[in-house]
């Protein structure tokens, strides 16, 4: 009873969120083919506005579950439809190895899990929402689970209430674009991949080739030969006992 009704909250709020977008905004999908519609998956994108996970699996043929901050989980009524919706709960900025053993048990049961590496909304400077540093736990997940990874780039979704109401009126409509990348598998260290914050860095460079160069933010023009994630992350003892940077030299 209880996955019947977390599947119909799904279909329901993705079905309401297609019928928002087409009557609202223009929706560009791109790739979308490249997503496998079975077997594990994760799904990774950069982050503009609330609007992102409904977004993603609105564009997708295939449901997904959304790893979101835990916070939301404790608002009465909209905790208990993200719990019914299929979201599960991280705590941002720190190494949550709760969620990420949820996230790994989605994928060893062949589902697809959506997560936003940089943990919260990109920076913005000036209109545009541009890359933050990014945590390395969906690495870290990808390297457990040896699932595919999908990365994601979105723009334009950062829509202005009441403006957008206006926009539809007056047939200038927001473009928002979801572009899909191609599949790849970020490997474990032990299998010849790099170390997680190595894996993120590749991992979010790939998104920010999909986006323009002005949203390319940390990942952008000038950061070649850095391994770029969030210093939240990485102010932690290493083995040898020292702390890590928030970036550092490539090899």
């Given amino acids: 009873m209880r996955a019947r009704?977390?599947?119909l909250a799904y279909a329901a709020s993705t079905a309401l969120t297609r019928l928002v977008l087409l009557a609202f905004a223009r929706l560009e999908v791109v790739g979308e083919q490249r997503v496998p519609v079975n077997g594990p998956l994760i799904v990774v994108s950069n982050h503009i506005d609330l609007l992102?996970?409904?977004?993603?699996?609105?564009?997708?043929?295939?449901?997904?579950?959304p790893?979101?901050?835990?916070e939301l989980f404790e608002i009465p009524l909209i905790g208990w439809f993200f719990h019914a919706y299929g979201a599960f709960p991280v705590r941002r900025f720190s190494a949550d190895m709760g969620a990420l053993r949820v996230a790994r048990n989605f994928l060893r049961s062949g589902e697809a899990v959506l997560i936003f590496p940089e943990g919260t909304r990109?920076?913005?400077v000036g209109d545009i929402t541009t890359?933050?540093?990014a945590l390395p736990g969906a690495a870290v997940v990808a390297q457990l689970s040896e699932a595919l990874v999908v990365p994601v780039a979105i723009t334009g979704s950062k829509v202005k209430l009441p403006g957008v109401f206006v926009q539809?009126?007056?047939s200038s409509r927001p473009v928002i674009r979801v572009e899909f990348g191609e599949p790849f598998v970020i490997k474990a260290p032990s299998q010849g991949?790099?170390?997680?914050?190595?894996?993120t860095d590749r991992l979010m460079r790939r998104i920010a080739s999909m986006l323009p160069e002005s949203h390319r933010g940390a990942y952008g023009a000038g950061s070649?030969?850095?391994v770029v994630v969030q210093r939240e992350a990485r102010e932690r003892p290493t083995r040898a006992g020292s702390a890590v940077a928030d970036e550092t030299p490539a090899e």
């Fill in 131 to 133: 890359l933050r540093p």
């Fill in 193 to 199: 991949g790099g170390s997680p914050e190595e894996e």
């Fill in 67 to 70: 790893m979101a901050k835990r």
């Fill in 122 to 124: 990109g920076n913005m």
């Fill in 224 to 226: 070649e030969g850095t």
């Fill in 5 to 7: 009704l977390s599947r």
């Fill in 52 to 65: 992102d996970p409904p977004l993603v699996a609105a564009c997708l043929y295939r449901r997904v579950h």
């Fill in 168 to 170: 539809w009126l007056t």
